[in-house]
Structure formats: structure tokens, C-alpha cells
Antibody
Framework: EVQLVESGGGLVKPGGSLRLSCAASGFTFSSYSMNWVRQAPGKGLEWVSSISSSSSYIYYADSVKGRFTISRDNAKNSLYLQMNSLRAEDTAVYYC?????????????WGQGTLVTVSS | EIVMTQSPATLSVSPGERATLSCRASQSVSSNLAWYQQKPGQAPRLLIYGASTRATGIPARFSGSGSGTEFTLTISSLQSEDFAVYYCQQYNNWPRFGPGTKVDIK
């Protein structure tokens, strides 16, 4: 069974940093692109960042470019999102999501999400 | 930047009735369009990809159609578990979602 479990969310002050993690199991992690998608409270979905299976290709939404860094450790079946210079508008549930196939651009499995709150 | 729009924002339907949801892209995305269902407090669930292909385990009452800029998700006979928010998402280039259509009970 495919499982994606996010962790690392919490309350952080504006300008602060946070590192999210996603532990993957039940599939060959190293064969799939992975993504972070976020959802502000009561709002819609926003695709934040993507990383290809071998980390060769990395993409970011304009809203986070230069502040967030996606990475993965295929030996540990783990995905990460380092978030720096956090702003109030980064407050959201952050989902880890698996691409349907490598670099497909749509996600077939999602974690339950971890809440990031940016507030003073 | 491709902008996705969905209509209506809210659709009130009785159980057993047909629901038709629309999604429009500001420029052609070919058939690179997915649909997701999201229930309160849950992660999104992939329903349709390639505009019309049902994902694994998705009931046949869900169908997708369209290409280019106009897409439709049809739920042929609404079941109680289908009341949720539905998002379309293009993946022709940087993935972007529509604002969602909430399907609620009439």
C-alpha cells in the first residue's frame, strides 16, 4: 500500500524557517517524481514544487522561488521542503504527492498534509 | 500563465441526479487535464487524467470529456459519498488548478 506521511509543520514567525519531510513507503520511491502542493485555509490548491526521480529536474511556483528548496533522499525514501523567509501567505496545509509516473505532472497519491502557520 | 476557471462555483444536486461540472483553460492544454475530488479534512483524490481516463478504482459513474480549452466532468448518478469539492488541474505546463466546484445536497 502506498503511504505518504508528512511531518514538520507548525507555527513559525514571519521571516522564519521550517523544514517539511515526507516519508514514503509501499512503492519504489526512486522511480517517481514527487511534489509539494499546498492549500491555504478554506482556499484552493496550489502546486508548489516538483522534483524528478533522480533530482535532475526541480521546479518551483513563482510564489516560492528563491525561498523554498525541494530535495529528496532516495536511500531514505524521503522528500523534503526547506522553507525560508516565510510569509503570512505561506500559511497552508502542505501535501506531499506522488506523480502518476515520472514527470507526469499530476498526482495519484497524496499524504494527509501538515499544517504550516506563519504568524507573529 | 494558463488560468483555469470552473463553473459553477456551487452545484446543488439531489442524490441520484446527474451532475455536470465545467472547466475552462485560458489557452489550449491539449488533453493534459486532471480532475480531483476533495472532501472536508481529506487530501485530494485523483479521479480523471488525460481529460477522460478514469484513475484506478474510480467508479464508472465518473466520466471526463473535452480537449483544448473546454472540459467537463460528469457524475451520472450522484451518490451520497460524491458530495465534495472538485478541482480541475492542467499539466500541459506548470501545473495549475481551477478554483473548484462544490457539489452539495439539494
Amino acid at each position: 500500500e502506498v503511504q505518504l506521511v508528512e511531518s514538520g509543520g507548525g507555527l513559525v514567525k514571519p521571516g522564519g524557517s521550517l523544514r517539511l519531510s515526507c516519508a514514503a513507503s509501499g512503492f519504489t520511491f526512486s522511480s517517481y517524481s514527487m511534489n509539494w502542493v499546498r492549500q491555504a485555509p478554506g482556499k484552493g490548491l496550489e502546486w508548489v514544487s516538483s522534483i524528478s526521480s533522480s533530482s535532475s529536474y526541480i521546479y518551483y511556483a513563482d510564489s516560492v522561488k528563491g525561498r523554498f528548496t525541494i530535495s529528496r533522499d532516495n536511500a531514505k525514501n524521503s522528500l523534503y521542503l526547506q522553507m525560508n523567509s516565510l510569509r503570512a501567505e505561506d500559511t497552508a496545509v502542505y501535501y506531499c504527492a506522488r506523480d502518476f509516473y515520472d514527470s507526469s505532472g499530476y498526482a495519484d497519491y497524496w499524504g494527509q498534509g501538515t499544517l504550516v502557520t506563519v504568524s507573529s | 500563465e494558463i488560468v483555469m476557471t470552473q463553473s459553477p462555483a456551487t452545484l446543488s444536486v439531489s442524490p441520484g441526479e446527474r451532475a455536470t461540472l465545467s472547466c475552462r483553460a485560458s489557452q489550449s492544454v491539449s488533453s493534459n487535464l486532471a480532475w480531483y475530488q476533495q472532501k472536508p479534512g481529506q487530501a485530494p483524490r485523483l479521479l480523471i487524467y488525460g481529460a477522460s481516463t478514469r484513475a484506478t478504482g474510480i467508479p464508472a459513474r465518473f466520466s471526463g470529456s473535452g480537449s483544448g480549452t473546454e472540459f467537463t466532468l460528469t457524475i451520472s448518478s450522484l451518490q451520497s459519498e460524491d458530495f465534495a469539492v472538485y478541482y480541475c488541474q492542467q499539466y500541459n505546463n506548470w501545473p495549475r488548478f481551477g478554483p473548484g466546484t462544490k457539489v452539495d445536497i439539494k
